[in-house]
């Protein structure tokens, strides 16, 4: 590549600048590395992933209630092809008023976003597994427009603003550096749950300790239990004990 009117150079390797970014399959691989120590696949049913390809237009989201050894829920948001995760003891509320502690747990497969059923008793996680909400989700712009900028993306002050930073109003859709900095705010479009959401990590109770905690807006439902008022399985309408019968009959 020494002169500008040459062949361009076979495609095998990436040009500089163009080397695969952090969403390409080796990296979704090695994000799954912990979803899959836990488990095995020859006993358990919940799918080992890495085949499904990340959603570019409308990113997934999903809340799965599993009543474990503790009852919970998990929130999972797709950041980058894989299920960002958090269990949430009393599942997401509606009501801005509640702040819902929501333990960062292990990546997920996309693949996990429709499992339902029976994880078998001694397996990691075991019990029954209710798909709750499904939908997609975007990040809530106007609201990070208003938070301050990310620490690491500050610049320093006098600095030119960095060209497609985040820190450029706020305005460019980085997940996985809001995450980072430990504040997510979004939007969910499920069946169940919707509008304007936030994820903020607690300081001083370690890294794995955060809060989902429903935004004012139109969507707000103040004194609703939503876990309480819509109980059944988005994807069959069946309820947990009702699951967990199919599956130890065999019905799956
Ligand atoms: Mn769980």
């Known amino acids: 590549m020494t002169s500008t009117d040459a062949t361009p150079a076979p495609r095998d390797t990436p040009p500089a600048g163009e080397s695969p970014s952090h969403d390409d399959s080796a990296s979704v691989e090695a994000r799954l590395g912990r979803y899959r120590e836990k488990r095995d696949f020859e006993l358990t049913a919940e799918p080992a ?3 499904t390809a990340p959603h570019a237009e409308r990113p997934f989201f999903c ?5 474990a050894s503790r009852l919970h829920y998990d929130v999972r948001l797709e950041v980058q092809g894989v299920l960002k995760s958090w269990a ?4 997401p509320s509606p009501d801005p008023a509640e702040k819902r502690l929501a333990v960062m747990v292990e990546d997920h497969p996309l693949e996990y976003g429709d499992f339902e059923g029976a994880i078998p008793e001694g397996e990691y996680g075991g019990g029954t597994v209710l798909l709750w909400d499904v939908g997609w989700w975007e990040p809530d712009l106007a609201r990070r427009k208003q938070a301050r900028p990310a620490r690491h993306d500050a610049p320093p002050t006098g600095a030119a ?13 980085d ?7 430990g504040e997510l705010k979004f939007i969910l479009h499920g069946e169940k749950l919707h509008g304007s959401w936030t994820l ?5 109770r370690g890294d794995k300790n955060w809060l989902m905690i429903k935004h004012r807006d139109d969507d707000a439902r103040p004194g609703l239990e939503l876990t309480q008022d ?4 988005v994807s069959s309408g069946r309820s947990i004990e009702e699951i967990a019968e199919d599956a130890s009959s065999g019905a799956g």
């Open 161 to 173: 603003t960095p060209v497609g930073s985040a820190a450029a109003g706020g305005a460019t859709p």
């Open 230 to 233: 819509s109980p059944l399985s």
């Open 200 to 204: 903020v990590q607690m300081k001083g």
């Open 88 to 91: 949430v003891p009393k599942g």
């Open 49 to 51: 992933g890495g085949t």
């Open 175 to 181: 997940p996985e550096a809001d995450l980072a900095a």
């Open 63 to 67: 809340v799965q209630k599993h009543a």
